[in-house]
């Protein structure tokens, strides 16, 4: 069942069906084509205790802060796109491809999974990873399998060559996206890393 624009979601981050991250978010657009979603400042987060033996890197942020993030997705893809402003004119800064597990559809909102690796797209269009050097030290501390970094790193490489090619499935107009400014600021439930 598809969700309407402006309905507050619960989007989670889940590890082998241990919820690890929790964000409040808006619902822009859920279509058979595309979901698009919103955290905008003031958003909650929460993270799980553990995070692989020690914090999750944003565990110190209860908010999101800046001014806010768009997430587009194509259901059964590996990856979103998401766009960042900057500045007090609220600048587009560029295209971040996030690798990420498909999303699935929950009671309160979506459920996908960081695959660590980036893609940062600059204005003139090219592109560099982030995060690469980082997948086989997850595999050393069980996060991940060798064939699951393989697997992520294939992903990467497609996005890549579609890049090279200079296709982007995502329209340039979301970078001049505005928020509905009736949304206001969603809450994040108490009980987030509960249920499904």
């Known amino acids: 069942m598809s969700r309407s624009p402006g309905e507050a979601i619960v989007r989670r981050?889940?590890?082998r069906g241990r919820?690890?991250?929790g964000?409040?978010?808006?619902v822009v657009e859920d279509s058979p084509s595309?979901?698009?979603?919103?955290?905008p400042e003031g958003s909650p987060l929460a993270f799980d205790d553990d995070f692989f033996g020690g914090p999750h890197p944003w565990s110190y942020r209860d908010r999101w802060h800046g001014h806010g993030v768009l997430q587009l997705q194509r259901p059964g893809e590996m990856h979103a796109v998401w766009v960042f402003w900057h500045g007090p004119e609220r600048e587009f800064r560029d295209w971040y491809v996030n690798l990420q597990e498909p999303?699935?559809?929950?009671?309160?909102?979506?459920?996908?999974?960081?695959l660590e690796l980036d893609i940062v797209v600059g204005l003139d269009g090219s592109w560099e990873y982030k995060d690469d050097e980082l997948?086989?030290?997850w595999v050393e501390r069980s996060r991940w399998t060798r064939a699951e970094?393989?697997?992520i790193r294939g992903e990467g490489t497609?996005?890549?060559a579609e890049l090279d090619a200079g296709r982007r499935w995502w329209s340039d107009d979301w970078a001049a996206w505005e928020p509905d400014p009736a949304w206001g600021v969603p809450t994040l439930p108490a009980d987030w890393a509960a249920g499904s």
Not at 23 to 26: E, H, L, N, S
Not at 34 to 39: G, I, Q, T, V
Not at 103 to 114: A, I, M, N, V
């Open 135 to 137: 997948l086989d030290g």
């Open 23 to 26: 964000w409040a978010g808006i």
């Open 19 to 21: 919820p690890k991250v």
């Open 13 to 15: 981050e889940v590890w």
């Open 103 to 114: 999303f699935r559809r929950t009671g309160r909102g979506f459920d996908t999974q960081d």
């Open 34 to 39: 595309l979901l698009a979603l919103y955290m």
């Open 158 to 160: 497609a996005v890549a």
């Open 149 to 151: 970094v393989a697997a």
